[in-house]
């Protein structure tokens, strides 16, 4: 039998996530900056990364427990945006970190504390996963918890071992999937197959640091990391079918629709993949300039500027000619900002930076299209039907 857990506002799934922890005696400390201490990274992309000097014993932690809803930012797959049900630039990671207090088995019995008692879901729904030789984990989830061995599933490192980069902190960990589709049996779960599962909990056993030779040393401590992506739940709990339809993006998206005058749900595929980008790349932008990224051809400014300009594109595949993205931002501050105040006070720069970045892009896009006619042109009076490739690369690169 599947369960049938009730709707929650991402607002609410967030400071339901908190609270849980505090009570349990953790610190809720604010986001970091998305620009993070740690210079082996470009941006915050986890919500470990601020307490990774506490973690290799650089830092005295001032709390021996933590939670907090960290911003993050991931551009590795920024191809993908748009075209899976779940891939985003910008994300919200719920965390409960010990330093050197509790371990395995406390994360695991809150960890499933929370996703039954408070998230409401039914165990039925739920299946997990340990690292390969994890059988300590693999024991606590069994015998514990009680969850079918059918539905423990072991896996390998690149599933079940984390670590924020080639080197520093790192250890198993064990995850926690929601299932569509119990009815579908427990003989071939597939933890790959996202039309039936989605993975919604990390818990990380922080407990080595790895050289840069790949060896791997005991911390000092033993110490948990988890991360629950904030959008992920938000999808199970409003029965979305995926990421940007749920009240975090999905008012932004409207936005766009309406100023491009098309409607999400009726428009065809190619619509909706440029309404998500929309929904998901304004966020990034957003709480990047709040967090005093400016816009430019290196390292974050880079990142940046890419975003804004591959929103500007998208706005214009959907029919959008003129400025629009300090509307988009709008209405992305709007949601924000209840959790993330820096959003609206810095909203003059945030739509400053949107408009010169913009219209200087859309000059730029408006030579490169002459440019292509002109291409175009000339390859047509010379017989030909195919562009040089150094046309090709020039129009990419210069003209975006
Ligand atoms: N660091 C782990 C992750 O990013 C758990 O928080 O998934």
Redesign the pocket.
Known sequence: MSSNPQYLSGNEIRNIFLDFFAQRNHQILPSASLVPEDPTVLLTI???LPFKPIFLGQRTPEFKRATTSQKCIRTNDIENVGRTKRHQTFFE?L?NFSFGDYFKEQAIAWGWEISTQVFGFSPENLVVSVFEDDDEAFGIWRDQIGVPVARIKRLGEDDNF?A?GPTGPCGPSSEIYYDFHPERGDENIDLEDDSRFIEFY?L?FMQYNRDASGNLTPLQNKNI???MGLERMAQILQKVPNNYETDLIFPIIQTAGQIAGVDYHSSDEKTKVSLKVIGDHIRAVIHMIADEIRASNVGRGYVLRRLIRRVVRHGRLIGISGEFTTQVAETAIALSESAYPNVRQREAAIKAELQREESNFLRTLDRGEKLLEEIIQEVKQQGETQISGESAFSLYDTYG
């Open positions: 986890a919500g470990m990671m965390g984390w924020s990390n990380v990391d988890t991360g």
